[in-house]
């Protein structure tokens, strides 16, 4: 620190000098704010980690951590940095078998989780969960119901599905075809904590709906809908796969043609 | 006083005795029963749309009893719970209380749905039926143009009535035809609006289309469908050349019994096989869709089927905007403006093209086979391939989705086979009809394979053959090409037991040559039941 001293007249090079301290201090000051604020910014080396985080990072380092690397920072050209994904994206990818990855694609599908016990798959990502989560920070499922009940509620995830999901997925939630080979897969499989996390996670292609694009009792909402939308009978019989009118021009000449077809060779051959 | 008698067997007789005095219906009621209907499998396709539009008769006009073309918005409050206390028109309204709260209403929706997709569906098979046998030709160019006209009216009629629901899967096609109409140079923002009656979408589109579904299109359809008919009747059915068979007389049926009960047992099973489709399969789930929101836009979203070739094409159209005297012209307008008109007008003036073409003025009323006329048939077969291209482009995204390739792959091969396909279309389909008239030249020049093998006494082996007529002194047949089936098995000449007892085919009786019947006509089977009726000779 420059002394405030009026007799002794600054240099140039003390001037200097000063500036440059001060600079640093600031820095200093600055960053070391940063970190006591918002802790979850870069991965210390030695982060206070709790007993599940422990247990996470444990099997994270036998089977994510050649992709992922050491303390989730990525790998370059192999797999992306986890850091600040929440455990609301490990528990989709996990859960949904995408992660861990088999081999380098278009896109990460759905397929058999690692861990073919159910009980263990759900132990097990929610332990990753809460490694990347201590280690990050970011968005995370909410425990519990994830339905929601009352009058209207259908009626409401009904109309937020159609706006926000159908785009992409197709108004049966049975998926769509993106540009480049890319598509939004069925929701067929999906389960309510997936189709949560995938909502707040936004894998891939999928855009996030953050807490403030679709709150919390929206995305229970939706989630009641297109739980029911997949449990719901077609009431007109073979829904031909709810694929909509190329299904069902199929059928016409398929079905219809051909057995018109045929009753005409019999008709005209009967004398 | 004695009672007089009542004869019952005589009742029928002199009512129509009755009815005669006043009506003099008799004589030309007469001359249509005994109408001669030339029999042909081919020649009930044509039937399959005429039933189905009967059946889009009766089932819309029971839709029009519960269906309620209004936008007006309302809330809606029926049995369907995910949709209750959502707000939509009372059209789309509407047509969800006919799917869960009318009686029989959706099997009725679902029935009028697949009866539109098989009415399209026929008048294309019986189109191609047309075009294959060459029976648009003279006298019958008239008809091939009203039933063109028919097959475009039909499609704007299915349009119209899918666009009535008001839900948002025909909402997005609206936007759509919307889009389409705008691009038009010049007009096309005025016609938009004079239709839509303000800016997209507006509370006057249903009403009107519901006017034009309901009423204007029924009617001149139902006029058109008169005017093919009567001009059938007038000209007579084309018929296949064979014995006894010639440009100035129709061998067949007569209407009534045969041909009218044949004709009956078919309308019945048309409706026993959209009845039945309507039982099991689904069609147009309007409650999956909602109602029509601006901001809804579901991937996977087509037309039925018989637009699917305008979205397809529209699809595959690279987006070549121009711009010129402060005017665009957005890309649509080819694909979907253009391209319709060309296929309006081309197979219009198409017999006309043909018949300059081959100098040909004759009138003709025996058909042709296509292999007998190469060059029609793979025109006819390279329209086919492009058309189907652009059927299958118009569901590409579906096509991507369902077998994992890219969409823009989908979209290549599509544009690529829209170049390539019809033209390989083309010489496929010419290779193939030489190839097959080839084969029945043969068979009249060297006769029908009989299966015998024989020893030469130079120890050579060769296989019999047995002519099908007289020969000349190297055992060649002398038999004319007449461009009518030939016999190609021994059990097609009476000389084995018939192979085939086919359901769908008749028993293979020997084919019916006129040789030595001095080309009079052969009476066929035991009943006779085959007529002949005379025509007059044209000029
Ligand atoms: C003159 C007879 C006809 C009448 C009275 C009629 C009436 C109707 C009515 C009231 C509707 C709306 C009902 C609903 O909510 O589903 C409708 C829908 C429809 N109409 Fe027609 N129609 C007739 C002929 C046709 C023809 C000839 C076609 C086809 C070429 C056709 C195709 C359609 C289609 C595709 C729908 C949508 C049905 C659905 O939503 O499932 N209609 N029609």
């Known amino acids: 620190m420059s002394t405030r001293s009026g007799r002794v007249p600054r240099g140039r090079a003390r001037r200097r000098v000063g500036t440059v301290v001060r600079l640093i201090a600031a820095l200093i000051l600055a960053g070391g704010l940063y970190a006591a604020f918002a802790p979850g910014v870069y991965a210390e080396e030695d982060p206070q980690l709790s007993q599940a985080a422990k247990d996470g990072k444990a099997i994270f380092d036998n089977t994510c951590v050649s992709c992922h690397g050491r303390n989730a920072q990525g790998v370059t ?36 989780p ?93 855009p996030v709906f953050g807490d403030n ?14 739980q029911n939308l997949k449990e719901d009978k077609d009431p007109g019989g073979w829904g031909l796969g709810r694929i909509g009118p190329v299904t069902e021009g199929l059928a016409i000449f398929v079905v219809g043609v051909v057995a018109v077809v045929f009753a005409a060779l019999w008709i005209a051959g009967k004398s | 006083m004695r009672k007089r008698k009542f004869d019952l067997n005589a009742l ?55 269906f309620d073309p209004s936008m007006e918005e309302t809330v809606y409050n029926g049995s369907y719970t995910p949709l209750r206390g959502v707000s939509m028109s009372r059209a789309f309204a509407s047509s969800l209380d006919i799917s869960f709260d009318v009686r029989g209403g959706l099997f009725m929706r679902q029935m009028h749905h697949w009866a539109a997709l098989l009415f399209v569906a026929g008048i294309i098979v019986h189109m191609f039926r047309t075009f294959f046998t060459g029976a648009f030709r003279k006298p019958r160019e008239l008809n091939w143009i009203v039933g063109l006209l028919l097959f475009w009216i039909a499609i704007f009629e299915g349009l119209f009535g899918y666009s009535l629901p008001d839900d948002a899967l025909s909402g997005t096609g609206l936007r759509i035809m919307n889009a389409i109409v705008l691009s038009i140079p010049v007009i096309g923002s005025w016609i938009a609006f004079a239709g839509f009656g303000s800016e997209f979408p507006g509370t006057e589109i249903i009403p009107r289309f519901y006017t034009l579904h309901i009423l204007l299109l029924p009617a001149l359809l139902v006029g058109l469908v008169t005017v093919h008919l009567v001009l ?65 836009v579901s991937a996977g979203s087509q037309p039925d089927w018989y637009v699917m070739f305008l979205d397809g094409s529209a699809r595959l159209f690279p987006a070549w905007e121009i711009r010129a005297f402060g005017y665009t012209l957005p890309p649509i307008f080819w694909p979907a403006v253009v391209l319709p008109g060309i296929l309006t007008v081309l197979p219009m003036i198409y017999p006309f093209i043909e018949a300059r073409r081959l100098k040909d003025r004759r009138v003709h009323n025996l058909l042709q086979r296509p292999r007998d006329v190469p060059n029609r048939t793979a025109l006819g077969v390279m329209a086919i391939a492009f058309y189907v291209v652009l059927v299958l482009s118009g569901g590409n995204d579906i096509i991507a989705d369902q077998f994992s390739i890219s969409l823009n792959a989908t979209t290549w091969a599509g544009r690529i086979g829209l170049l390539l396909g019809p033209p390989i279309a083309y010489w496929v389909t010419y290779r193939i009809c030489l190839g097959l008239q080839q084969h029945d030249r043969e068979v009249l020049v060297h006769g029908v394979e009989t299966g015998i093998i024989r020893r030469l006494p130079d120890g050579r082996f060769m296989e019999v053959h047995q002519p099908l007529g007289p020969t000349d002194e190297h055992g060649h047949g002398q038999l004319e090409y007449a461009g009518w089936a030939v016999p190609k098995k021994m059990n097609r000449l009476g000389a084995l037991v018939p192979t085939v007892k086919g359901f769908f085919f008749p028993v293979e009786r020997p084919s019916r040559t006129p040789i030595g019947n001095g080309g009079r006509p052969v009476s066929t089977g035991p009943q006779g039941q085959r007529e002949l009726e005379e025509a007059e000779r044209p000029r």
């Open chain 1, 77 to 112: 050209d192999r797999g992306p940095s986890l850091i600040g994904v929440g455990s609301a994206s490990v528990e989709f990818q996990v859960t949904s078998g995408r992660m861990p990855l088999a081999r380098q694609e278009a896109q990460a599908e759905r397929k058999p």
């Open chain 2, 232 to 296: 059938l009747l007038l000209q007579k059915h084309a018929q296949w050349p064979g014995p006894g068979r010639t440009n100035y007389n129709v061998v067949g049926e007569r209407m009534v019994p045969r041909y009218a009960s044949k004709m009956g047992a078919f309308f019945l099973i048309n409706f026993a096989v959209i009845a039945i489709m309507s039982g099991l399969f689904q069609i147009n789930p309007i409650w999956i869709f909602g109602p029509y929101k601006a901001a809804v």
């Open chain 1, 213 to 226: 694009q679709l709150t919390p009792d929206e995305k229970r909402e939706i989630i009641t809908y297109i």
């Open chain 2, 12 to 66: 029928p007789a002199a009512a129509g005795n009755e009815i005669d005095d006043r009506l003099h219906a008799a004589t030309p009621l007469r001359k249509l029963m005994n109408k001669v209907f030339p029999d042909h499998w081919s020649f009930l396709l044509g039937e399959v749309a005429l039933w189905s539009f009967v059946i889009l008769l009766l089932t819309g006009t029971f839709l029009t009893l519960f």
């Open chain 1, 114 to 206: 690692y861990w073919s016990d159910p009980e263990e798959l759900d132990q097990n990502a929610r332990l990753l969960g809460q490694y990347i989560q201590e280690l990050g920070g970011g968005p995370q499922v909410p425990d519990g119901n994830l339905r929601a009940e009352g009058g209207n509620t259908l009626a409401r995830g009904g109309e937020l599905f159609r706006v926000n999901c159908s785009s992409c997925h197709a108004f049966s939630a049975g998926g769509g075809a993106l540009s480049s080979g890319k598509f939004a897969p069925s929701m067929a499989a999906a389960t309510d904590r997936q189709i949560y996390a995938a909502m707040l996670s936004g894998p891939q292609n999928m």
